[in-house]
């Protein structure tokens, strides 16, 4: 499985954008699929996650409110929309994917493939 990232960029505080990450190769084979960042000296966070199949949904305290992570299994891509942001969600963002489901979905060690990564500035 092939992971591709896009839609970061510069955008001001409490701003919009939606990151995009298609998924290629053995999709069918997919669990879950989850959204994480990581900022300048810290550990990779997590975000989001949508299980392929049912849709169900997951996030973290953190963004809950604000971020929404939805799927269109037609493209094989996963989305995460991001509203009111904020400067401290400036940091890189990563889509991951798991083969079959995870109990720890927020685990980042527990999903098999990742995609490059896509910046994200929020200024203030």
């Known amino acids: 499985v092939q992971l591709q990232a896009s839609g970061g960029g510069l955008v001001q505080a409490r701003g919009t954008l939606r990151l995009s990450c298609v998924a290629s190769?053995?999709?069918?084979?997919?669990?879950?699929m989850g959204w994480f960042r990581q900022a300048p000296g810290k550990e990779r966070e997590f975000l989001a996650a949508?299980?392929?199949?049912?849709?169900?949904?997951n996030y973290a305290d953190s963004v809950k409110g604000r971020f929404t992570i939805s799927r269109d299994n037609a493209k094989n891509t996963v989305y995460l929309q991001m509203n009111s942001l904020k400067p401290e969600d400036t940091a890189v963002y990563y889509c991951?994917?798991?083969?079959?489901?995870?109990?720890?979905?927020?685990?980042?060690?527990?999903?098999?493939?990742w995609g490059q990564g896509t910046e994200v500035t929020v200024s203030s």
């Open positions: 991951a994917a798991a083969i079959g489901p995870l109990y720890y979905y927020s685990n980042s060690r527990a999903y098999d493939y």
């Open positions: 949508i299980y392929w199949t049912s849709g169900n949904t």
């Open positions: 190769g053995r999709t069918f084979s997919l669990g879950h």
